[in-house]
């Protein structure tokens, strides 16, 4: 039975700027403070969408690039490059 005034659904949406020394500590902060809450309910599931754009004045070198790229599959990640 559903409680009055019972949300189904949660879409929080906020453009965070990351701190390039603690970007991993922030995102895990948002798993383990908002989607874990989430996942603890009976049934619940979730789905993370992470966008990140990124301005290299000087270019991303071939190197940097084809590192990038490997992580990238290898963690089943998609990049776009425009």
């Known amino acids: 039975m559903t409680r009055p005034n019972t949300l189904k659904s949660f879409?929080?949406?906020?453009?965070?700027?990351l701190s390039k020394n603690a970007a991993g500590y922030?995102?895990?902060?948002i798993v383990e403070e908002i989607l874990q809450q989430l996942y603890d309910l009976g049934g619940a599931s979730a789905e993370l969408t992470f966008n990140a754009y990124v301005n290299v004045p000087d270019g991303i070198?071939?190197?940097t690039q084809r590192v990038?790229?490997?992580?990238?599959?290898a963690l089943g990640v998609t990049i776009r490059v425009r």
Do not use: H
């Open 61 to 63: 070198d071939e190197q």
């Open 26 to 29: 922030q995102v895990g902060s």
């Open 11 to 17: 879409q929080p949406k906020k453009n965070k700027i």
């Open 68 to 73: 990038i790229k490997e992580n990238a599959n």
